[in-house]
T-cell receptor, first 118, second 117 residues
């Protein structure tokens, strides 16, 4: 049981290049999320997919696009990378999308992608 | 949206001492408050969480307390050990007008805890 798998683990891009970060989970989770982590700023939500077939913007979506390819996979694309997108990117998933009553919000995170844009 | 403030940003303790990290949140309707631990170079991992219908939850050496009136919650680690050294993050769900968050979380800025042997 691999949990949440992210690729690649490291990447260096030149300004203006594009790339796609891949994320796959094998826990049959409904909801998936992309966060970025910068020093002193915690984790900030970029995009999320509450369920297969839906995606929506988070706190910092500019410069990114996402695709929920199927229930397992949720990819993040940088169309034209900028130095401000240098960060560590984490994908996460959780069991249910609804908020009725008290839900288990416990995330399972991937191992992260360290991206440097020069 | 939800605003989560976490203090202190760094905390240094001697092995065996207690450590307390505090977070405040802005949305009084928030109903779930998790804490994550992130070791250097690793992914964040959920260590404990609390729902708004209880005031305290314990799991061995760690506990979380919640004060809904004051809108703050705290992580307490007793008998600290060097392996507790890590970055700790609190979080709360940003709720929309309908009271739904779709599992989203707003994280605090993190606390670097160092436990000296």
């Amino acid at each position: 049981n691999a949990g949440v798998t992210q690729t690649p683990k490291f990447q260096v891009l030149k300004t203006g290049q594009s790339m796609t970060l891949q994320c796959a989970q094998d826990m049959n989770h409904n909801s998936m999320y992309w966060y970025r982590q910068d020093p002193g700023m915690g984790l900030r939500l970029i995009y999320y997919s509450a369920s297969e077939g839906t995606t929506d913007k988070g706190e910092v979506p500019n410069g990114y696009n996402v695709s929920r390819l199927n229930k397992r996979e949720f990819s993040l694309r940088l169309e034209s990378a900028a130095p401000s997108q240098t960060s560590v990117y984490f994908c996460a998933s959780r069991t249910q999308a609804g908020d009725r009553g008290f839900s288990n919000y416990g995330y399972t995170f991937g191992s992260g992608t360290r991206l440097t844009v020069v | 949206g939800e605003n989560v403030e976490q203090h202190p940003s760094t905390l240094s303790v001697q092995e065996g001492d207690s450590a307390v990290i505090k977070c405040t949140y802005s949305d009084s309707a928030s109903n779930y408050f998790p804490w994550y631990k992130q070791e250097l170079g690793k992914r964040p991992q959920l260590i404990i969480d609390i729902r708004s219908n209880v005031g305290e939850k314990k799991d061995q050496r760690i506990a979380v307390t919640l004060n809904k009136t004051a809108k703050h919650f705290s992580l307490h680690i007793t008998e600290t050990q060097p392996e507790d050294s890590a970055v700790y993050f609190c979080a709360a769900p940003p709720l929309n007008a309908g009271g739904t968050s779709y599992g989203k979380l707003t994280f605090g800025q993190g606390t670097i805890l160092t436990v000296h042997p």
